[in-house]
């Protein structure tokens, strides 16, 4: 079955690090999306990654896709606590006419601590 | 605020009962997902509409149905509920149709509590 790996599964950092939530599946991504989620609340988009060694950023993150396209890395800089909450890596379960079947992984939970 | 709405935001009820979620799109987009969030099972995929019409089924059970209406908004109906049917349910929207690539806006979720 299609699974995405999700590492690591939580992480705590101090305030103004940087680190990296890695996501890994044994099949290639045909399309990948990185979400932010609080605990109970609904998932933030952040970045949709289509492209072998596409990479994209908005404010301080930052997430890849590499070259084989069988992973993809959220990279967040000087980390603030308002970074905190889960976050989720998604992909499309096929390619073609059924794109939008996302499947998930079990999600980063990260804390950030002032 | 993604601009979904979902109701209700949460819901309690026993087993062997039917509920009703209700989800509205992003103004302008036409695909409506539906997911479930466990702790168990993570998030998990169970529906797709585009514009009325059912684009793909995941792990959705016979005691589940959803439709999308006219005016887009769509229903998720859970019935003979059971313990394990407790758990988030998201409802997403994206503008197009499931050939192209495009992102998914989630809603706030409804919280199903099944006693």
């Known amino acids: 079955s299609q699974e995405l790996e999700q590492s690591p599964q939580s992480l705590i950092v101090q305030e103004g690090k940087n680190l990296t939530i890695n996501c890994t599946s044994s099949?290639?991504?045909?399309?990948l999306y990185w979400y932010k989620q609080k605990y109970g609340e609904g998932l933030i988009f952040l970045m949709m990654?289509?492209?072998?060694?596409e990479e994209k950023s908005h404010e301080k993150i930052t997430a890849k896709l590499d070259e084989k396209k069988q992973q993809s890395s959220l990279h967040i800089t000087a980390s603030q606590p308002s970074h905190a909450g889960i976050y989720l890596c998604g992909a499309d379960k096929n390619r073609g006419s059924t794109l939008g079947r996302l499947y998930f992984g079990r999600g980063t939970q990260l804390t950030v601590w002032p | 605020d993604s601009g979904v709405t979902q109701t209700p935001k949460h819901l309690i009820t026993a087993t062997g009962q039917r509920v009703t979620l209700r989800c509205s799109p992003r103004?302008?987009?036409?695909?409506v997902y539906w997911y479930q969030q466990s702790l168990d099972q993570g998030l998990q995929f169970l529906i797709q509409y585009y514009n009325g019409e059912e684009r793909a089924k995941g792990n959705i059970l016979e005691r589940f149905s959803a439709q999308q209406f006219p005016d887009l908004h769509s229903e998720l109906n859970l019935s003979s509920l059971e313990l394990g049917d407790s758990a988030l349910y998201f409802c997403?929207?994206?503008?197009?149709?499931?050939?192209?690539?495009?992102?998914?806006?989630f809603g706030p979720g409804t919280r199903l509590t099944v006693l």
């Open positions: 103004s302008g987009d036409l695909s």
């Open positions: 099949k290639t991504l045909y399309g």
């Open positions: 997403a929207s994206s503008l197009r149709d499931s050939r192209f690539y495009n992102e998914q806006f």
């Open positions: 990654l289509q492209k072998g060694g």
